[in-house]
T-cell receptor, first 115, second 114 residues
Framework: SAVISQKPSRDICQRGTSLTIQCQVD?????MFWYRQQPGQSLTLIAT?????????ESGFVIDKFPISRPNLTFSTLTVSNMSPEDSSIYLC????????????FGPGTRLLVL | AQSVTQLGSHVSVSEGALVLLRCNYS??????LFWYVQYPNQGLQLLLK??????LVKGINGFEAEFKKSETSFHLTKPSAHMSDAAEYFC????????????FGPGTSLSVIP
């Protein structure tokens, strides 16, 4: 299975600022995804990060608010822009394709609190 | 569009008792099905998955699940609950390929009573 790390693991941010979350995988993968888990809720897919092309966003999520980069097959970033308290969530990176198994593996998550 | 429902947002069982967490899916095509577990303040860990073949799937930590197409269900069971099983459990579905995006159910919080 893939080993996935995320930075930062947690942060407290002020309203109106932006935070960039990094996702690093220990092997090359085809697909990388970003999810949001609001307090007490399930996971919601934000976007699919495609290497060499723009990310594909789900309904309700836009690039201006959640810009994503995927410069290579082992790394991606998610930026939460112009944050408000409603953005307080856990943000999780997941990967699939290239780990040798037909499975999505998840990172440990980034816990974000916006004041 | 595919979706997942989990009956019971919270389930409590006694230590040593049977664990049964229910999952039903909606899909117009044969799905790929997953159960993930999330321990407090941790990320998600894959418990087991169904792709094709045998409908009874065995996973880690003694859990298993059975895919029943006629009932569109994928319930998770464990014969004997352990205190360490207390966690949040998510059922998920992916339709096109198992590499594709995964749609999660709302989750079931499992408590184990000593």
């Amino acid at each position: 299975s893939a080993v996935i790390s995320q930075k930062p693991s947690r942060d407290i941010c002020q309203r109106g600022t932006s935070l960039t979350i990094q996702c690093q995988v220990d092997s090359q993968v085809t697909m990388m995804f970003w999810y949001r888990q609001q307090p007490g809720q399930s996971l919601t897919l934000i976007a699919t990060a495609n290497q060499g092309s723009e990310a594909t966003y789900e309904s309700g999520f836009v690039i201006d608010k959640f810009p994503i980069s995927r410069p290579n097959l082992t790394f991606s970033t998610l930026t939460v822009s112009n944050m408000s308290p409603e953005d307080s969530s856990i943000y999780l990176c997941s990967v699939s394709g290239g780990t040798g198994e037909e499975t999505q593996y998840f990172g440990p998550g980034t816990r974000l609190l916006v004041l | 569009a595919q979706s997942v429902t989990q009956l019971g947002s919270h389930v409590s069982v006694s230590e040593g008792a049977l664990v049964l967490l229910r999952c039903n899916y909606s899909s117009s095509v044969p799905p790929y099905l997953f159960w993930y577990v999330q321990y407090p303040n941790q990320g998600l860990q894959l418990l087991l998955k169904y792709t094709t073949g045998a409908t009874l799937v065995k996973g880690i930590n003694g859990f298993e699940a059975e895919f029943k197409k006629s009932e569109t269900s994928f319930h998770l069971t464990k014969p004997s609950a352990h205190m360490s099983d207390a966690a949040e459990y998510f059922c998920a579905v992916s339709v096109e390929t198992s590499y594709d995006k995964v749609i999660f159910g709302p989750g079931t919080s499992l408590s184990v009573i000593p």
